[in-house]
């Protein structure tokens, strides 16, 4: 079923769309909550909650990419629940992928830094756009989705060395990128 149709049902208030939204991105939701989740039932249980969340918001919204749509509800769901679980506790899955940011991206976002957070999110996105689109959904799979160099290196084909190298890369890259916009790292 289409996206549209898919749509159409949760406009109509009709259970089937949840059951076709599962059909057609289940296995993307579930991965999405299971690299930030390590636990299957946690996983599982924010893919149930980004249905709700989803049925919820549809209507007024009419989400242009349902599958982008989705991994974002799935994700800031995932996320909040590994924060509120990890508050006292350091967790390495997470912890090492935002860690790997940290030197690239400025501090925490105090209410004085509201337009710098914007300009800052414009800045990321042009960056994001002139990249080669390998690098792109490299970068993108690695930072937003929270895939592990592990499996990005096997489904390249190179060992996972040389993928982490290129994520350095990347890395370096937007920090400069970041910094010939104004921002201090």
Avoid at 66 to 93: D, P, T
Avoid at 139 to 144: G, S, T, V
Wanted: charged share 30%; hydrophobic share 40%; proline share 3%.
């Amino acid at each position: 079923m289409d996206d549209l149709a898919i749509i159409a049902l949760y406009f109509a208030r009709d259970e089937e769309a949840i059951r076709q939204t599962d059909r057609k991105y289940g296995t993307f939701c579930r991965r999405v909550a299971r690299n930030i989740l390590t636990l299957p039932q946690d996983a599982e249980e924010c893919v149930n909650d980004g249905y709700h969340a989803a049925w919820n918001a549809m209507p007024p919204q009419r989400p242009a990419d349902l599958r982008a749509f989705l991994g974002r509800i799935v994700r800031n769901l995932s996320i909040g629940r590994w924060r509120r679980e990890h508050a006292q506790k350091r967790y390495a899955g997470l912890d090492v992928m935002l860690s790997e940011l940290e030197d690239c991206l400025p501090g925490r976002e105090s209410t004085e830094q509201a337009l710098e957070r914007t300009l800052l999110t414009e800045r990321i996105a042009a960056w994001l756009q002139g990249l080669p689109r390998e690098d792109r959904v490299l970068f993108l799979r690695r930072y937003w989705y929270g895939e592990s160099v592990k499996t990005l290196a096997a489904e390249r084909g190179e060992n996972a060395n040389r993928t982490a190298q290129r994520m350095r890369k990347l890395r370096l890259a937007l920090r400069d990128a970041l910094e010939e916009g104004g921002f201090s790292v």
